[in-house]
C-alpha cells in the first residue's frame, strides 16, 4: 500500500505564508514526480506546481510566489504573499514506481486527500 498525506494548511491573512507538506510512503521503489494541484469550491482543479528530475513548473498564477522543493519522497510548497484567490483545497499527487515480484516494476499514481488553504482578504 502507498500513503499520500498533506499537512500544513491553514488560515492566514493576506499577504501572508504557509508551507505545505506531503509525505510518501509505503510500499515503493522510488517516487518520479511529484506535483501540487489545487480546487476552489465551484472551480476545476488546477495544476499548481510540478517537480520532477529537479525540474521545476508552475502556473502562472502563482509564479514568483510560490516554490516546489523536494527532498526524497517528501515534497514541499513553500506560499509567500499569499492571496485571497488562493484559497482552495490543495492536493498532492505523485507517480510511484511499485516494484512486485513476479511482475517487476510498475508505474502507478496516487493523490492524497489534501489540505486546506484559507487566504483572508
Known amino acids: 500500500q502507498v500513503q499520500v498525506v498533506e499537512s500544513g494548511g491553514g488560515s492566514v491573512e493576506s499577504g501572508g505564508s504557509l508551507r505545505l507538506a506531503c509525505v510518501v510512503s509505503g510500499n515503493i521503489f522510488s517516487v518520479k514526480d511529484m506535483n501540487w494541484h489545487r480546487q476552489a469550491p465551484g472551480k476545476r482543479r488546477e495544476l499548481v506546481a510540478e517537480?520532477?528530475?529537479?525540474q521545476t513548473k508552475y502556473a502562472d498564477s502563482v509564479k514568483g510566489r510560490f516554490t516546489i522543493s523536494r527532498d526524497r519522497n517528501t515534497v514541499y510548497l513553500q506560499m509567500n504573499s499569499l492571496k485571497p484567490e488562493d484559497t482552495a483545497r490543495y492536493f498532492c499527487?505523485?507517480?510511484?514506481?511499485?516494484?512486485?515480484?513476479?511482475?517487476?516494476?510498475?508505474?502507478?499514481?496516487?493523490w492524497g486527500q489534501g489540505t486546506q488553504v484559507t487566504v483572508a482578504s
Open positions: 517537480i520532477n528530475r529537479g
Open positions: 499527487e505523485c507517480t510511484v514506481e511499485i516494484y512486485t515480484d513476479g511482475l517487476g516494476s510498475y508505474d502507478e499514481r496516487f
